[in-house]
Each structure stands twice: as structure tokens, then as C-alpha cells.
């Protein structure tokens, strides 16, 4: 879904210009802590907590929608970030730009989409067996990258990171939302 794709893909990259704006002239960051804010206002927690709250709400159709989110997430947001974020390095542009990609490249992510997209397209199906198990696994993959989230949480001092931390909650809750119903009123329609 192209629209779709567009829509969500402008709004992601507003939301991310903001937040390196808000790092590099606002706050006076690094790039590669500005590349961070930017991410954080941007990147929806689409397959962790995301995909979970919306497939309950919209049923099947989450899963495309959760899908194309990945899609811009990882084919445009996060190269950004890691172009942005290599800024202060002493490697040329294009170098930053090839490393990102071959970052990119690895990401299991995108691995895992491109295998979706090709079994969806043959109609390949899963053995009953292996397609349960990977339900299964799926199911608790939410709770598990909670806990990790909290694990790496633990020890870290409020008041060190307060003032970024409003910002980017309200990046991410807030200003990514308006910016892509913005696009989504100035872009074509989509259907419901």
C-alpha cells in the first residue's frame, strides 16, 4: 500500500527532523545523541507493544499495518539515524551511508519481512506444527521485550536524562501522531 507507505513515511520523517533539531539546536547534543532523540520521537514501538494493542482492536489487518510501520521504520528511519548519528565521525558522507546499509542489511528484521512478503506471495504455507510453535513464540515476545526494556532500565538515574526524556515521550506520543495525521489529511486518502 503506497499511500499508506507515504503517508506514514513523511509523518516518521518530520517527527525525526524535529527530534534532530530539537538535539542539535535546542539542547546543543552530539549527533549521534541527537540521531537518538530523533529515533525515539519517530520509531513506534510497532512490533512489541504496538502490533499487540492494535491486532486486538482492528483484528488481521494490524498485521499489514504493523508490517508497512517496520518497513519505514527500518528502510528509512533507521538509516537516517545511523547516518545522523555518524556525523561526527571523520567518515565521509557516502562511507556513513554504505555502512548504514550494510547495518541494514544484517537486521533480522528485514530478513524476516522479505521471507513473509516471498511465502506470502507463493502461497507457501507452514506446516501446522512449525506455524503454532512460531505463534507461540510470537505471543510472548511483547512481555519478554518488556522485561529487557526494564533490565537495561534498572540503575539509570532520572534525573540525568529527565528533560530529553519529556521530549522525546512527547515526540513519540504526541508529535509523531499529529505529524502523520498531518500527512494523512495533505497526502491521498486511504481507506478506513
Not at 29 to 57: D, H, K, R, Y
Not at 64 to 82: D, F, H, Q, R, Y
Request: charged share 10%; with cysteine; proline share 6%.
Amino acid at each position: 500500500n503506497l499511500s499508506y507507505l507515504a503517508v506514514y513515511g513523511a509523518g516518521s520523517a518530520l517527527a525525526l527532523l524535529a527530534g534532530l533539531l530539537y538535539g542539535r539546536l535546542w539542547r546543543r547534543l552530539s549527533w549521534p545523541q541527537s540521531a537518538l532523540t530523533g529515533m525515539g520521537m519517530s520509531a513506534s514501538n510497532t512490533v512489541f507493544v504496538g502490533f499487540p494493542i492494535v491486532s486486538e482492536l482492528i483484528g488481521p489487518a494490524a498485521a499489514i499495518a504493523m508490517t508497512l510501520g517496520v518497513l519505514v521504520e527500518n528502510l528509512l528511519v533507521l538509516p537516517i539515524v545511523l547516518l545522523a548519528a555518524g556525523r561526527d565521525s571523520d567518515l565521509p558522507w557516502q562511507r556513513s551511508l554504505l555502512q548504514s546499509l550494510r547495518t541494514l542489511a544484517r537486521n533480522p528484521i528485514i530478513w524476516a519481512i522479505v521471507a513473509g512478503v516471498g511465502c506470502s506471495a507463493l502461497e507457501l504455507r507452514l506446516p501446522y506444527l512449525l506455524d503454532r510453535s512460531l505463534q507461540i513464540v510470537g505471543s510472548a515476545a511483547p512481555g519478554v521485550a518488556l522485561l529487557m526494556i526494564g533490565g537495561v532500565l534498572v540503575g539509570q538515574r532520572l534525573q540525568d536524562v529527565k528533560l530529553d526524556l519529556f521530549a522525546v515521550v512527547g515526540g513519540k506520543l504526541l508529535l509523531h501522531p499529529l505529524c502523520v495525521l498531518t500527512m494523512l489529511l495533505l497526502l491521498p486518502s486511504l481507506p478506513a
